[in-house]
Each structure stands twice: as C-alpha cells, then as structure tokens.
Nanobody, 124 residues
C-alpha cells in the first residue's frame, strides 16, 4: 500500500521559515518526489522535485533561491525548506511521487501518488 504523508505546515510571518516533511512508503525504487502547491481557484502549481536516486533537483522560478528540497532516504522522507516566505507562498502544499524518467518532472500528470496536503499560511 502506497502512502504519502505531508507534515510541517503552519502559520508563519512573512520573511520567516518553515520546513515541510513528506514521508513516502510502499513505493519501490527509481522514483522522484515532488512538491506542488495550490490555492483556492487556482491550478496546482509545481514547486520543486528531487530524484530519490541521484540527487537531481529542480525548482520553480518563483521559489528558486528561497526553497530547498532535500531527502533522507533511510527514512524515505523528503523535505522542503521554505525560507524568506512571502504572502503569495500561502497555499496547501502537496507531496507526490513520480516514476524516474531521467529528467525532472514538473507536471501534475507525471505524478502518481499524492499526499493530502499541508497548509502553509504566511501572515504579514
């Protein structure tokens, strides 16, 4: 049984930091992990992705230089460090898995298993 569970969301002031965690279980090797976010009335937006094997990372331009994706394979866990948070970063953040295809996947349709999301709210 595949499970993807996000945690770490919360309320933080603009300019502050937050770390999100994503624990994935029941999935085999050769897959990537990605973070997406979504606000009401908008489509789910790519944030960052990392290859479970290889360490390749890729970020959306909107978060580049502020967010960092990392992994701890021994725990099957992926993290998203959110720094210098802006009001527009407010969203539900989702973690998802994608079969590794040799290049970063940035489309929602490329991901197969999704977590339920964790809310990040940035206040003034």
């Amino acid at each position: 049984q595949v499970q993807v569970v996000e945690s770490g969301g919360g309320l933080v002031q603009a300019g502050g930091s937050l770390r999100l965690s994503c624990a994935a279980s029941g999935i085999g090797s050769n897959y990537a992990m990605g973070w997406f976010r979504q606000t009401p009335g908008k489509e789910r937006e790519f944030v960052a992705t990392i290859s479970w094997t290889g360490g390749t990372t890729y970020y959306a331009d909107s978060v580049k230089g502020r967010f960092t994706i990392s992994r701890e394979n021994a725990k099957n866990t992926v993290y998203l460090q959110l720094n210098s948070l802006k009001l527009e970063d407010t969203a539900v953040y989702y973690c998802a898995t994608a079969p590794w295809r040799g290049v970063a996947s940035i489309k929602t349709l490329q991901y197969d298993y999704w977590g339920q999301g964790t809310q990040v709210t940035v206040s003034p």
